[in-house]
């Protein structure tokens, strides 16, 4: 795979006299990291309602309950790598659009160019420790849900192993020098990356509303009165996580295919991990509550 992905199109100008003279690779490849930071703010803009709503449902929870001032943190910490990411996207936006516009090859040329350098390699860093946050929580909860039964969570304990083998690893790969998000190194450890982290997302997904289920039939079948809204909270988060892994196989198919497409659902990824990841803060304030048998 080459270091920058090819674009089928020709001619990207439409015979704009004004249009720079930049490959048509590049120019392309330009407008969908716009588009793709753009979409990114958008979304960030929803996260930071689902941030505050969901902080004052940890802080000030009605029913009587106790605050949860440890994931009132952990949440914080989430919006705050969220809060970076965001801003690094933004400041590397202005660098190559409006402070190095000039610079050989255009805007996309000096983005890839400084791609190895501290800043986008911080921005990637947070994103990647975002998704290690968020499937921690969820293995956490996994493995509260299902209590003793431990074989159970062999399979994705192996998975966050390799994650976390293949993100460090990514992110290595990211640092040397002139690489950038195409190269064939890159790519060749992103791409196991991506769809560890993926799988390990919809997998405990799975487990937990599974272990909802399971716990709400027995409850119908004692006939116990409950107010926890067991399929709500399995509706919310097979939602979420459709939604998560949609952007992600969408992303993962067009990274692997070397499609200039993927420079649109990355940052739209992070955005989505971060603002989920919120979500599933308040779904496991729920579960708490919640004494789980078979």
């Known amino acids: 795979m080459s270091d920058t992905p090819s674009a089928p199109i020709a001619n990207q100008t439409g015979g704009n006299p004004n249009a ?54 952990y949440t914080f910490v989430l ?14 936006l202005q660098l190559s659009f409006i402070d190095n516009r000039a ?16 800043m986008p390699l911080t921005a990637n860093t947070v994103f990647i420790i975002a998704n ?47 690489a950038n998000l195409f190269t064939k190194q890159a790519v060749d450890f992103g791409l196991p990356y991506f769809v560890l982290s993926t799988s390990l997302n919809v997998l405990l997904t799975i487990l937990l509303c599974s272990r909802l289920i399971f716990h709400q039939r027995w409850i119908a079948k004692t006939l ?21 892994a949609a952007c992600s196989i969408i992303f993962i198919g067009t990274y692997g295919a070397g499609n200039i497409a993927s420079s649109i659902f990355l940052p739209v990824l992070a955005q989505t991990q ?11 304030f729920f579960l708490d509550s919640i004494q789980f048998r078979f």
């Open 103 to 118: 610079f050989e090859g255009g805007p996309e040329a000096y983005w890839l160019s400084i791609y190895s350098t501290s």
């Open 132 to 178: 290690w946050l968020a499937d921690g929580l969820l293995l956490f909860r996994c493995k509260v849900v299902w209590q003793e039964k431990y074989w159970i969570l062999a399979f994705p304990v192996l998975l966050a192993f390799g994650d976390l083998a293949m993100g460090s690893l990514y992110l290595y790969q990211l640092s040397q020098p002139n």
């Open 79 to 92: 919006f705050g790598l969220g809060t970076i990411f965001t801003a690094l996207n933004g400041r590397l």
């Open 20 to 73: 720079p003279q930049e490959p048509p690779e590049l120019f392309v490849l330009e407008h969908y990291d716009f588009a793709g930071i753009q979409l990114s703010e958008i979304l960030y803009g929803i996260t930071i309602v689902l941030f505050f709503r969901c902080m004052l449902a940890l802080l000030r929870p009605r029913n009587g309950r106790k605050p949860s001032y440890l994931l009132a943190l």
């Open 274 to 284: 971060v603002g989920l990841s919120t979500l599933y803060t308040c779904v496991v």
């Open 224 to 244: 116990l009165r409950t107010q926890v809204p067991y399929m709500s909270i399995v509706a919310m988060l097979i939602e979420s996580s459709a939604i998560y």
